[in-house]
């Protein structure tokens, strides 16, 4: 299926209706001209509002740690945003979203990234998009996960933390995310959009 009747079909999709406290709104921007892919947990409540993926102050956090504006996250055509589920899943009442309904991923993760060949790099965001994507190449937990990022530069992803608010303090624990981590993604970012 060529990827703008995908893209039609995922836009049109209701699979989670019955599960959502709202109208399902998926949020995806991708197109022929992926690069960078970042993977994140699901749509926070901003960009079910808004249909802008990353919407949020998380965004903000991810954008400084890739080097890039908010118009070049938005505007260039090498970006590309797709999570584990494309429609956000409410809000829970401990705090937090719920996590991503699996039956997205299992529905339209891998035809959408059959159709995304040009693809250098995946950002793998938070523990969710992790285990999907690495499965027992993953380890005991996110942070042991992001620490061996260097590992799965050779499956062409990178693991993060999640940039939201709740992980400042994990940011702080882990001095050499900022240190190491964030440097080499502003530098792969910058070499794949050309600058």
Same mark, same amino acid.
């Given at each position: 299926? =060529?990827?703008?009747? !995908? !893209?039609?079909?995922?836009?049109?999709?209701?699979?989670?209706?019955?599960?959502?406290?709202?109208?399902? +709104?998926?949020?995806?921007?991708?197109?022929?001209?992926?690069?960078?892919?970042?993977?994140?947990?699901?749509?926070?409540?901003?960009?079910?509002?808004?249909?802008?993926?990353?919407? $949020?102050?998380?965004?903000? #956090?991810?954008?400084?740690?890739?080097?890039?504006?908010?118009?070049?996250?938005?505007?260039?055509?090498?970006?590309?945003?797709?999570?584990?589920?494309?429609?956000?899943?409410?809000?829970?009442?401990?705090?937090?979203?719920?996590?991503?309904?699996?039956?997205?991923?299992?529905?339209?993760? =891998?035809?959408?990234?059959?159709?995304?060949?040009?693809?250098?790099?995946?950002?793998?965001?938070?523990?969710?998009?992790?285990?999907?994507?690495?499965?027992? +190449?993953?380890?005991?937990?996110?942070?042991?996960?992001?620490?061996?990022?260097?590992?799965?530069? $050779?499956?062409?992803? !990178?693991?993060? =933390?999640?940039?939201?608010?709740?992980?400042?303090?994990?940011?702080?624990?882990?001095?050499?995310?900022?240190?190491?981590?964030?440097?080499?993604?502003? #530098?792969?970012?910058?070499?794949?959009?050309?600058?």
């Amino acid at each position: 299926m =060529p990827l703008d009747a !995908l !893209l039609a079909d995922i836009a049109a999709c209701r699979a989670c209706a019955p599960y959502l406290p709202h109208t399902p +709104r998926p949020v995806v921007r991708v197109g022929a001209g992926t690069r960078l892919l970042i993977c994140g947990q699901a749509p926070g409540r901003l960009a079910h509002e808004t249909g802008l993926p990353f919407n $949020d102050p998380s965004g903000e #956090r991810l954008r400084t740690w890739m080097g890039v504006d908010r118009e070049t996250f938005y505007g260039r055509p090498e970006i590309g945003v797709a999570a584990m589920a494309f429609c956000f899943p409410g809000t829970s009442p401990q705090g937090g979203d719920y996590p991503p309904p699996a039956r997205c991923a299992a529905l339209w993760r =891998p035809g959408l990234l059959a159709q995304l060949p040009r693809v250098e790099l995946t950002l793998l965001v938070g523990s969710h998009a992790q285990a999907w994507a690495l499965g027992d +190449r993953m380890k005991a937990n996110m942070t042991d996960t992001v620490a061996a990022w260097r590992d799965y530069l $050779d499956a062409g992803v !990178l693991p993060l =933390p999640h940039p939201s608010w709740r992980n400042t303090g994990w940011l702080k624990r882990n001095p050499w995310f900022d240190a190491e981590v964030a440097p080499y993604l502003r #530098r792969r970012v910058a070499g794949i959009l050309g600058a």
